[in-house]
T-cell receptor
Framework: QKEVEQNSGPLSVPEGAIASLNCTYS??????FFWYRQYSGKSPELIMS????GDKEDGRFTAQLNKASQYVSLLIRDSQPSDSATYLC???????????FGTGTKLQVIP | DGGITQSPKYLFRKEGQNVTLSCEQN?????MYWYRQDPGQGLRLIYY???????QKGDIAEGYSVSREKKESFPLTVTSAQKNPTAFYLC???????????FGDGTRLSIL
């Protein structure tokens, strides 16, 4: 079982819709959770961090964490073509103090 | 302007050659990281360092070496022992242990 799992996509949504990106993780001791956006050929950019159960909102982005279900998600409201990118989920494990990345979900926002 | 500078942007390695990738940051971050990214795969940790003169192996350290003589600098050497070095190499830094916050623009390494 992979430590951090994401559906590779592509996930296609029309412009203005809500894009929902999901991630599951295996280490129950995980402490911190991150979402990075990576445009094609570029380096990742940290867009959201979440540390406790519930929702965290930042502009059009909402991160949701459910530690009991070992599940973290990213919602993008009013999706724009500029949101088209690969979104990487990353989890900081409790024991190793290092971040493990998922393989990413490719999002395509259709104008 | 604060950030992470990686150089070169593209690098070609000949058989049996060691090559060094540069990473410099002016963000005053204690922690620095090297990741490797292959097509369709997530980032895999090669080495990380939390303080000067100290570094730890990540998940795929074989065939790589690093040094951390200055807080600002964390160069990565890809040795001839790394048989499949073609990849996108990313350097990152962060304030908190384990949490890479900023990435450089990356170096693409290929074999000649």
């Amino acid at each position: 079982q992979k430590e951090v799992e994401q559906n590779s996509g592509p996930l296609s949504v029309p412009e203005g819709a809500i894009a929902s990106l999901n991630c599951t993780y295996s280490d129950r001791g995980s402490q911190s959770f991150f979402w990075y956006r990576q445009y094609s050929g570029k380096s990742p950019e940290l867009i959201m961090s979440i540390y406790s159960n519930g929702d965290k909102e930042d502009g059009r982005f909402t991160a949701q964490l459910n530690k009991a279900s070992q599940y973290v998600s990213l919602l993008i409201r009013d999706s724009q073509p500029s949101d088209s990118a690969t979104y990487l989920c990353a989890v900081l494990s409790g024991g190793y103090q290092k971040v493990t990345f998922g393989t990413g979900t490719k999002l395509q926002v259709i104008p | 302007d604060g950030g992470i500078t990686q150089s070169p942007k593209y690098l070609f390695r000949k058989e049996g050659q060691n090559v060094t990738l540069s990473c410099e940051q002016n963000l005053n971050h204690d922690a620095m990281y090297w990741y490797r990214q292959d097509p369709g795969q997530g980032l895999r940790l090669i080495y990380y360092s939390q303080i000067v003169n100290d570094f730890q192996k990540g998940d795929i350290a074989e065939g790589y070496s690093v040094s951390r003589e200055k807080k600002e600098s964390f160069p990565l050497t890809v040795t001839s022992a790394q048989k499949n070095p073609t990849a996108f190499y990313l350097c990152a830094s962060g304030y908190r242990e384990g949490q890479p916050q900023h990435f450089g623009d990356g170096t693409r390494l290929s074999i000649l």
